[in-house]
């Protein structure tokens, strides 16, 4: 099975609530990989292209202000199914709807202050790496944990 990869964005609410480390735990423990990591002030052209889908929305302004407004964390993430694995650890977009056990159902009540971002699809996942990494801030190396975490088929 192919590990692919995710990319995460703390928030400047998480990053400001000091939940940088209980984010990466809860990934940690869930027996993803860290394969990029970097604290960035996201310009304008970054968000512009990172929300390209929301660019004709009437909050679109506001989302480009508030994610530009303080530094985010962003992460790369890899594993089996990494995409789906993270989006459901992060919880739904409406943090006061989410799940409990959840990031966001956990420490989370607002829509917009929701903490964090995780790539909806493989594809988009690509794209929004791109956008905050270059391909030698990646790392790959092979973590003696991954015997555990998965099934030696699964590692093939």
Known sequence: MEHSRTAVLV???????????EIISR????????????????????????YVEHKDKSFFSELKNFMGSKPVVAMVWQG???V???RKLVGTTLGRE???GSIRG??????QYNLIHASSSDEDAGREISIVFDDDELV?????????????????
Do not use: H
């Not at 928030?11 to 480390?21: E, F, H, S, V, Y």
């Open 106 to 111: 956990d420490f989370g009540m607002s829509q």
């Open 80 to 82: 089996i199914d990494a």
């Open 140 to 156: 790959n190396y092979s973590d003696i944990r991954e015997q555990l975490i998965y099934a030696d088929y699964e590692l093939k």
């Open 98 to 100: 989410a799940e409990a």
């Open 27 to 50: 990934f940690e423990r869930k027996g993803l990989k860290l394969v990029g990591l970097k604290m960035v002030n996201m310009t304008d052209e970054m968000l512009s292209e990172w």
């Open 11 to 21: 928030k400047p609410d998480g990053l400001q609530r000091g939940l940088i480390g």
């Open 84 to 86: 789906p694995v993270v």
